[in-house]
């Protein structure tokens, strides 16, 4: 699906190549069919920075962005058989048209064109370390460029990586608009959820309400396999079992978000499936709730992106302390990162086109500051597993509550606040 104008990816390309050192090129391919089993496969997702750049949602296509801002896409050739089986191809024309490239190559002459095509440049981009077949491609093809003329300078091979992140790093309208409608499909998918759950229900059953609830919406993929965690199924960070049964008294942690347009949402919630929160889980449930609260508010253009994880730290160590879960002085616990022991991953990540977006934290050892149109997750957790050295009536609790943050010109704006984060409100949502 594209909702994006074509124009916009030529845009964004011309764009580009004025980031690039002159007489220099930028290769990047695309994502491969991949098979499930057997002759079988899984649904074809476009790599997202070729996608960022090209628009173009087939398989088996190279792209090369000249300095001077000429683009060219090899791709398959229209193939009126293959049509019949697998739909659908754009073809060298078709291709070259509707995603105004200058020029088309069929990709079956890859290795014998583009070796001509980079001689004598002195840059070759490309993502390095992100593929190792195309990486090795990459360098027979300036191995064969090199020995094309015996006294020219040899091209140099230089990881673009931090230049495209950044660029994606930035969204914009069009990005947001999208991304607005994808966490709009997934905060609906979390609230109708929250609302139909009940005693009885098993995790298989709730994953199949969300995945309901993202098709309804218009969002035909979820943004990464959903975690529907019941009870201590909740500390395991990557739970992707979602087959068992949710006991009385147990929370169900959801983390579930979807694709629309390519963009992602990215939400998890934490409700207890009889509708009422235990005294416990509701005192660890509002410590991950400050902790959120705080997070969310160092976003701020001009701060470091890593502020909200050293508020993050120090809130849930606090919380840990007073309810006698970590001992010792404040500085301590965050200084020996005592907290985690029940606090095992990071705030948050950058949003967009991947969940995790392809986009750095840092440059040359130094942090990336928040600027306005950039989003990222705020996803604290406090997750207390069997083996922790704590009182019974403690273990088995997992929380994480996520929300997906715009940074503004003004501070911030939760892009998934539909979805209640505070425990009263679900309850009562869970009621209606
Ligand atoms: N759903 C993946 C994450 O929250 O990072
Ligand atoms: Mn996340
Ligand atoms: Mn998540």
Known sequence: MTDININFFK??????????????????NSSSTILRNNDTTFPFRQDSNFYYLTGFEEPDSIMLLMSSG?????????????????????????????????????????????????????????????????????????????????????????DFSNTLGMKRLIKSNEEIELMRKSCEIASNAHINVMKNAKLGMTEFDLESMYLNEFKKGGSRFPSYNPIVAGGKNACVLHYIDNNKTINDGDMVLVDAGCEYGLYASDITRTFPINGKYSSEQREIYN??????????????????????????????????KDIGLLHGSLDEILEKKLFREFYYHKIGHWLGLDVHDDCPYSINGEDIKFQENMVMTIEPGIY?????????????????????????????????????????????????
């Open 384 to 432: 207390i597993n069997d083996s922790a050295d704590v009182d019974e009536r403690w273990k088995g609790i997992g929380i994480r509550l996520e929300n997906d943050i715009l940074a503004t010109k003004l501070g911030y704006e939760n892009l998934t606040q539909t979805v209640p984060s505070e425990p009263d409100a679900i309850e009562a949502l869970m009621k209606s």
């Open 287 to 320: 410590i991950v709730l400050e902790a959120h609260n705080k997070a969310c508010q160092a976003i701020k253009v001009g701060a470091s992106c890593l502020e909200p994880q050293i508020e993050s730290e120090t809130v849930l160590s606090q919380g840990l």
């Open 70 to 158: 000429e683009s060219i896409l090899f791709c398959r050739e229209k193939n009126p058989d293959l049509e019949k089986w697998d739909g659908f191809m754009f073809g060298l024309e078709g291709a070259k048209q509707e995603f105004h490239f200058d020029k088309t190559f069929d990709i079956k002459l890859a290795d014998e064109l583009i070796p001509t095509l980079i001689q004598g440049l002195s840059n070759l981009y490309s993502l390095i370390g992100k593929d190792t077949l195309f990486d090795n491609k990459l360098i027979s093809w300036m191995s064969k460029a090199n020995s094309m003329e015996r006294h020219q300078e040899n091209i140099n091979l230089k």
């Open 11 to 28: 845009n964004r390309r011309l764009n580009l190549a004025k980031d690039m050192e002159d007489n220099s090129v930028l290769l990047l």
